[in-house]
């Protein structure tokens, strides 16, 4: 099984790199780290970076996740063969843009293009934002599914994530203690659904809503709790019709409790996303 350590970055196309880049300093609060080779680098924490905007087709999503060593990365790749995918290794130049040591990239059955790769480089400098939106960390991604069934069984069977809880057909699913650091939304299309960032606490989600609001962001979902994960959220309107959330207080399932785990099956409606009843603007989420 494939051993997937962490979600590591999501890179997104845009034809607008000056506007992409307004808005993951301005309204979200990253740093920008650099710019090279027609794309732009952004932390969250005290990695390298965990998003990046490229110039490129505004679908063209990818999403990396970490690996223990090269000898996992080989067995990985392996295995992802032995699946039927097509897996690329990142030539010497992709891998000093990425900042890590290798690694592989391949779809899923969506298309969902995703990275495997080892020793991701952190920094040595703590995270600095453009603003002070209470950031702690990347931390989590929607992914579009166009067969939640096939890419649950995927993602568990191959990947090695976990279902932590499902609404309706859309699986939270596990790779650490985090409640969830992907899930799996049908769709028709494929790519990053939405992007999420841990805040440090509620009143961070709380400023967010009246300031994004004032800088005229198009809030569409929250603030709210989702009765799922813990979490408190707000969901925004991003380049390119991106959706970014800002989130607190997600649960965890520590290795104690992993044994006696179960996960819970919600409904698809309104509740099941926000039990305050914030109804969501966002196509995947709607009841
Ligand atoms: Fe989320």
Redesign the pocket.
Known sequence: MIDLLDIRYVRLGTRDLAAADRFAREVVGLERVREEAGALYYRSDDRDHTLVYFEGDPRDHTVGFELRDAGALDAAAGRLADAGLAVRAGSAEACEQRRVGGFVNFEDATGNRIDLVVRPQHSGRRYFPARDAGITGFS?V?LCSTDPARDEAFWTGVLGARVSDRIGAAALLRIDEVHHKV?LFPTTRAGVQ?V?HQVASIDDVMRAWYQLQRRGVRIVFGPGRHPTSGAV?LYFEGPDGMVF?Y?TGVRTITPAQEASYRPRQFPRANESFCMWGSVPDIAEFKA
């Open positions: 989590h929607g899930a939405h999420n959220f959330e989130s």
